[in-house]
């Protein structure tokens, strides 16, 4: 299964592609969590992007695709993969499509969050992650089964994201506005979108996406089936 989950930052795209990852057994590709990796690894290419990142705005359309296309050509990808982050402008939606067309040309689903703006900033301003493991949690939508202490690995050191500060998550919203938001027209054309009202709690829109990834796989292998 190959899933792209689209919507705006806080919509709760890396908190599904988790969920869903382990469910199937399939890589997350977080390109969010590849840029800020580098950037941690203070490597050529994070020194590069640092603040283009902690500013809130977009790297450049040609660095993204060549780490999308280096990433989904890893074993691990063969099965299936979930996007998150990526696509993010009209050119890296067409990088994309021509990767897909050059691989095997097999479909992929499109899951777009539609989340009103203020319930987007209540949810990252109260976010963070573990240091170790990088898992996600929220003060008050997700909190830890014990308190202080990562559910995944056991650790207690937790941190906030450089961007989520009020003047990055402005920049970060308008820019998704701007560069992100006509993406949802995109794939409304080519017929690969569905969408899914983000408002709720987790285990709410979970119940949502995977109706529609159920959806999605039964039409697939009916499709292949017939083939
Ligand atoms: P990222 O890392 O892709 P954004 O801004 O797209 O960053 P973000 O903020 O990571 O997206 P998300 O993953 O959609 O948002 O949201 P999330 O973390 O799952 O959920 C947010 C909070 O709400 C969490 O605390 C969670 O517990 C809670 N929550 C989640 N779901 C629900 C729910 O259903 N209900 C409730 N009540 N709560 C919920 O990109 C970062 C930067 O990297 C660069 C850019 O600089 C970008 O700004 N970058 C790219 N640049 C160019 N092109 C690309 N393709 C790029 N990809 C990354
Ligand atoms: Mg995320």
Redesign the pocket.
């Given at each position: 299964m190959r899933l792209v989950?689209l919507?705006?930052?806080?919509?709760?795209?890396?908190?599904?592609?988790?969920i869903m990852a382990e469910e199937f057994n399939i890589p997350k590709l977080?390109?969010?969590?590849?840029?800020?990796a580098e950037v941690a690894a203070d490597t050529a290419l994070g020194k590069e992007?640092k603040e283009?990142?902690n500013k809130?705005?977009?790297?450049?359309?040609s660095?993204?695709v060549d780490l999308?296309k280096n990433r989904i050509s890893k074993n691990d990808c063969v099965n299936g993969f979930i996007l998150?982050?990526?696509?993010?402008?009209i050119p890296?939606a067409e990088a994309f499509d021509s990767l897909i067309k050059s691989l095997d040309n097999q479909s992929f689903m499109v899951i777009n969050?539609a989340?009103p703006t203020e319930?987007l900033v209540k949810?990252?301003s109260?976010?963070?992650t573990c240091k170790a493991c990088n898992a996600?949690?929220?003060k008050?939508?997700?909190k830890p089964i014990v308190a202080g202490v990562c559910d995944k690995c056991g650790s207690s050191e937790f941190v906030f994201?450089e961007?989520?500060k009020p003047e990055?998550v402005k920049v970060?919203i308008d820019?998704?506005n701007e560069k992100?938001a006509p993406l949802i027209e995109y794939y409304k054309k080519n017929g690969f979108l569905s969408e899914v009202n983000?408002?709720?709690?987790?285990e709410?829109?979970?119940a949502s996406v995977r109706a529609l990834v159920k959806g999605f796989n039964s039409g697939f292998n009916k499709a292949a089936g017939e083939a």
């Amino acid at each position: 299964m190959r899933l792209v989950l689209l919507g705006a930052p806080g919509a709760g795209k890396g908190t599904q592609a988790d969920i869903m990852a382990e469910e199937f057994n399939i890589p997350k590709l977080s390109t969010g969590e590849m840029v800020r990796a580098e950037v941690a690894a203070d490597t050529a290419l994070g020194k590069e992007i640092k603040e283009t990142i902690n500013k809130g705005k977009l790297v450049s359309d040609s660095i993204m695709v060549d780490l999308v296309k280096n990433r989904i050509s890893k074993n691990d990808c063969v099965n299936g993969f979930i996007l998150d982050g990526f696509p993010r402008t009209i050119p890296q939606a067409e990088a994309f499509d021509s990767l897909i067309k050059s691989l095997d040309n097999q479909s992929f689903m499109v899951i777009n969050f539609a989340v009103p703006t203020e319930e987007l900033v209540k949810r990252i301003s109260g976010r963070y992650t573990c240091k170790a493991c990088n898992a996600g949690y929220h003060k008050e939508f997700k909190k830890p089964i014990v308190a202080g202490v990562c559910d995944k690995c056991g650790s207690s050191e937790f941190v906030f994201r450089e961007d989520d500060k009020p003047e990055a998550v402005k920049v970060r919203i308008d820019v998704y506005n701007e560069k992100t938001a006509p993406l949802i027209e995109y794939y409304k054309k080519n017929g690969f979108l569905s969408e899914v009202n983000g408002t709720g709690t987790i285990e709410q829109i979970n119940a949502s996406v995977r109706a529609l990834v159920k959806g999605f796989n039964s039409g697939f292998n009916k499709a292949a089936g017939e083939a």
